[in-house]
T-cell receptor, first 114, second 114 residues
Framework: AQTVTQSQPEMSVQEAETVTLSCTYD???????LFWYKQPPSRQMILVIR??????QNATENRFSVNFQKAAKSFSLKISDSQLGDAAMYFC???????????FGQGTILTVHP | KAGVTQTPRYLIKTRGQQVTLSCSPI?????VSWYQQTPGQGLQFLFE???????NKGNFPGRFSGRQFSNSRSEMNVSTLELGDSALYLC?????????????FGPGTRLLVL
């Protein structure tokens, strides 16, 4: 069974600084998809960024980028120029094959200090 | 386009009762997935529906069931509620439920079982 591990229960960053959230996963598959979702206190899950495993190039969305290391099964999220609105719980998620099912990590709570 | 909507947003029930939660996907989306989120177990996949058929199911007891209507709206039902069923229930929709698609989440229904 696939598992997703986020080893940092909590992280904090100063406004305008950069922070990296870690995620590792376990799979025997070669073709899959990885996602980072953000869940602010309002509880609405929002997609931050996605990565296709067959793509070598790391995904980037404005201030958010990933470091995808397929051999190491690592998928970290870098947030540059952190803003107060980035404060949330961040979930790493894996998906492959089966309909609908996302496998989530336990989440990392990110605090942004002004 | 309107996002995924879920009703009700909050619900309080007592042990032994049953509950029905509703989810309306983004217009045009035909796949609806349900997740349970608890502090202890995190986010866990319940089931996925497409064209009124359950295509995938997570590891939950038979007390958890669902259905999908011809307009793609979905309901999930929990019978004989237990204290441990207290959770945030999230639904997510995507176009066809394929692995490469992004799932868009609703705001969730917070269920409290007393």
């Amino acid at each position: 069974a696939q598992t997703v591990t986020q080893s940092q229960p909590e992280m904090s960053v100063q406004e305008a600084e950069t922070v990296t959230l870690s995620c590792t996963y376990d799979t025997s598959e070669s073709d899959y998809y990885l996602f980072w979702y953000k869940q602010p206190p309002s509880r609405q899950m929002i997609l931050v960024i996605r990565q296709e495993a067959y793509k070598q190039q790391n995904a980037t969305e404005n201030r958010f980028s990933v470091n995808f290391q397929k051999a190491a099964k690592s998928f970290s999220l870098k947030i540059s120029d952190s803003q107060l609105g980035d404060a949330a719980m961040y979930f790493c998620a894996y998906r492959r094959g089966s309909y609908g099912k996302l496998t989530f990590g336990q989440g990392t709570i990110l605090t942004v200090h002004p | 386009k309107a996002g995924v909507t879920q009703t009700p947003r909050y619900l309080i029930k007592t042990r032994g009762q049953q509950v029905t939660l509703s989810c309306s996907p983004i217009s045009g989306h035909r796949s609806v997935s349900w997740y349970q989120q608890t502090p202890g177990q995190g986010l866990q996949f319940l089931f996925e529906y497409f064209s009124e058929t359950q295509r995938n199911k997570g590891n939950f007891p038979g007390r958890f069931s669902g259905r999908q209507f011809s307009n793609s709206r979905s309901e999930m039902n929990v019978s004989t509620l237990e204290l441990g069923d207290s959770a945030l229930y999230l639904c997510a929709s995507s176009l066809l439920g394929q692995p490469e698609e992004t799932q868009y989440f609703g705001p969730g229904t917070r269920l409290l079982v007393l």
